[in-house]
Protein backbone atom coordinates (compact mmCIF):
# COMPACT_ATOMS: atom_id res chain seq x y z
CA UNK A 1 0.00 0.00 0.00
CA UNK A 2 1.49 3.65 -0.80
CA UNK A 3 0.18 6.71 1.32
CA UNK A 4 -3.15 8.23 -0.45
CA UNK A 5 -3.56 11.81 -0.02
CA UNK A 6 -7.06 12.72 1.00
CA UNK A 7 -6.75 16.72 1.62
CA UNK A 8 -3.95 19.22 0.48
CA UNK A 9 -1.18 18.55 2.50
CA UNK A 10 -2.58 15.01 4.27
CA UNK A 11 -2.23 11.55 3.75
CA UNK A 12 -3.35 7.68 5.15
CA UNK A 13 -1.29 5.05 5.27
CA UNK A 14 0.27 2.20 6.86
CA UNK A 15 3.89 1.91 8.42
CA UNK A 16 5.55 1.04 4.90
CA UNK A 17 4.68 4.76 4.21
CA UNK A 18 6.73 5.97 7.17
CA UNK A 19 10.14 5.89 5.82
CA UNK A 20 9.14 8.37 2.78
CA UNK A 21 7.05 10.54 5.14
CA UNK A 22 10.25 10.84 7.25
CA UNK A 23 12.33 11.87 4.17
CA UNK A 24 9.88 14.16 3.06
CA UNK A 25 9.78 16.01 6.66
CA UNK A 26 6.22 15.41 6.93
CA UNK A 27 4.79 15.63 10.44
CA UNK A 28 3.42 12.14 11.25
CA UNK A 29 0.59 10.51 13.28
CA UNK A 30 1.68 6.76 14.22
CA UNK A 31 -1.87 5.08 15.93
CA UNK A 32 0.03 1.95 16.47
CA UNK A 33 0.98 0.06 19.76
CA UNK A 34 3.24 -2.20 17.95
CA UNK A 35 4.78 -2.69 14.64
CA UNK A 36 8.59 -0.65 13.61
CA UNK A 37 6.98 2.72 14.51
CA UNK A 38 4.51 1.69 17.54
CA UNK A 39 4.33 2.86 21.19
CA UNK A 40 6.06 0.20 22.45
CA UNK A 41 8.89 -0.03 20.26
CA UNK A 42 9.57 3.41 20.70
CA UNK A 43 8.97 3.48 24.55
CA UNK A 44 10.51 0.28 24.69
CA UNK A 45 8.70 -1.68 26.24
CA UNK A 46 6.83 -5.65 25.05
CA UNK A 47 3.91 -6.63 24.47
CA UNK A 48 2.07 -5.83 27.86
CA UNK A 49 0.86 -2.59 29.56
CA UNK A 50 2.37 0.78 28.66
CA UNK A 51 4.63 1.99 31.71
CA UNK A 52 2.28 4.37 33.49
CA UNK A 53 3.56 7.72 33.28
CA UNK A 54 3.24 11.17 31.36
CA UNK A 55 3.81 9.03 27.76
CA UNK A 56 1.64 6.01 28.71
CA UNK A 57 -1.10 6.57 25.92
CA UNK A 58 1.27 8.77 23.56
CA UNK A 59 4.37 10.70 22.91
CA UNK A 60 5.73 13.03 20.88
CA UNK A 61 9.15 13.35 19.87
CA UNK A 62 9.92 15.99 17.29
CA UNK A 63 6.59 16.30 14.53
CA UNK A 64 5.92 12.95 15.49
CA UNK A 65 3.00 12.00 17.55
CA UNK A 66 3.30 7.90 18.38
CA UNK A 67 0.32 6.70 20.38
CA UNK A 68 -0.66 3.57 21.93
CA UNK A 69 -3.54 2.75 20.05
CA UNK A 70 -4.94 -0.40 19.16
CA UNK A 71 -7.73 -1.65 16.71
CA UNK A 72 -10.63 -3.26 18.79
CA UNK A 73 -13.80 -4.61 18.39
CA UNK A 74 -14.94 -2.50 21.64
CA UNK A 75 -14.14 1.12 22.39
CA UNK A 76 -12.19 2.18 25.29
CA UNK A 77 -12.05 5.95 27.00
CA UNK A 78 -8.16 5.27 26.91
CA UNK A 79 -8.50 4.84 23.58
CA UNK A 80 -11.17 7.55 22.81
CA UNK A 81 -8.39 10.35 24.85
CA UNK A 82 -5.68 8.75 22.35
CA UNK A 83 -7.75 9.29 18.77
CA UNK A 84 -9.01 12.87 20.33
CA UNK A 85 -4.70 13.55 20.86
CA UNK A 86 -4.15 12.18 17.48
CA UNK A 87 -7.13 14.90 15.79
CA UNK A 88 -5.36 17.48 17.91
CA UNK A 89 -2.16 17.09 16.73
CA UNK A 90 -2.93 16.59 13.27
CA UNK A 91 -5.05 19.80 13.12
CA UNK A 92 -1.64 21.77 15.09
CA UNK A 93 0.09 20.63 12.42
CA UNK A 94 -2.22 21.60 9.78
CA UNK A 95 -2.21 24.72 11.56
CA UNK A 96 1.76 24.96 11.24
CA UNK A 97 1.31 24.30 7.49
CA UNK A 98 3.57 21.08 7.60
CA UNK A 99 2.44 18.00 5.53
CA UNK A 100 0.86 15.35 7.41
CA UNK A 101 1.06 11.49 7.34
CA UNK A 102 -1.68 9.68 9.36
CA UNK A 103 -0.70 6.06 10.00
CA UNK A 104 -1.70 2.76 11.22
CA UNK A 105 -0.07 -0.59 10.47
CA UNK A 106 -2.40 -1.76 7.70
CA UNK A 107 -4.15 1.63 6.91
CA UNK A 108 -7.54 0.55 7.18
CA UNK A 109 -9.18 1.23 10.25
CA UNK A 110 -7.61 3.76 13.29
CA UNK A 111 -5.57 6.10 11.26
CA UNK A 112 -8.41 6.41 8.23
CA UNK A 113 -11.06 7.27 11.28
CA UNK A 114 -8.96 10.09 12.80
CA UNK A 115 -8.23 11.43 8.80
CA UNK A 116 -12.38 11.56 8.81
CA UNK A 117 -12.38 13.73 11.70
CA UNK A 118 -9.67 15.73 10.87
CA UNK A 119 -11.14 16.59 7.53
CA UNK A 120 -14.50 17.32 9.22
CA UNK A 121 -13.12 19.29 11.76
CA UNK A 122 -11.58 21.34 8.67
CA UNK A 123 -14.74 21.29 6.89
CA UNK A 124 -13.52 19.32 3.80
CA UNK A 125 -16.00 16.51 5.09
CA UNK A 126 -20.03 16.87 5.48
CA UNK A 127 -20.64 17.34 9.67
CA UNK A 128 -23.03 14.39 9.43
CA UNK A 129 -20.81 11.10 10.00
CA UNK A 130 -22.11 8.83 7.80
CA UNK A 131 -22.07 11.39 4.75
CA UNK A 132 -18.47 12.18 5.68
CA UNK A 133 -18.10 8.39 5.57
CA UNK A 134 -19.57 7.87 2.44
CA UNK A 135 -17.53 10.54 0.44
CA UNK A 136 -14.17 9.55 2.65
CA UNK A 137 -14.66 6.09 0.89
CA UNK A 138 -14.32 7.88 -2.51
CA UNK A 139 -11.08 8.97 -1.33
CA UNK A 140 -10.19 5.88 0.61
CA UNK A 141 -11.61 2.93 -0.61
CA UNK A 142 -9.94 0.81 1.10
CA UNK A 143 -11.40 2.21 4.86
CA UNK A 144 -12.58 -0.50 6.80
CA UNK A 145 -12.92 1.09 10.55
CA UNK A 146 -13.76 -1.66 13.15
CA UNK A 147 -15.87 -1.63 16.08
CA UNK A 148 -14.02 0.26 18.65
CA UNK A 149 -12.44 3.47 16.18
CA UNK A 150 -16.27 3.55 15.15
CA UNK A 151 -17.76 3.96 18.49
CA UNK A 152 -15.05 6.69 19.13
CA UNK A 153 -15.99 8.68 15.72
CA UNK A 154 -19.89 8.17 16.75
CA UNK A 155 -19.20 9.70 20.23
CA UNK A 156 -17.30 12.30 18.28
CA UNK A 157 -19.70 13.53 15.56
CA UNK A 158 -22.28 13.46 18.90
CA UNK A 159 -20.51 15.63 20.59
CA UNK A 160 -19.89 17.87 18.52
CA UNK A 161 -23.07 18.03 17.12
CA UNK A 162 -24.51 19.09 20.34
CA UNK A 163 -21.95 21.71 21.02
CA UNK A 164 -21.95 23.47 17.75
Not at 7 to 15: C, F, K, L, M, T
Not at 37 to 58: D, F, V
Request: glycine letters at 10%; proline letters at 5%.
Amino acid sequence: MRATRVADGIWVGSDQDVPLAQAQGKAIVTLAKHGPYGHAKTLGYGSGAAPQGPERLWAVRGDHLITNAVDSEAGHPDSYAIFDEAVRYALAMKAEKKDLLIHCNQGQSRAPSVAVAVLMDLGLLPKNLFSAITEFKKLYPSYAPRGGVMDWLKRRSMHHAVSS
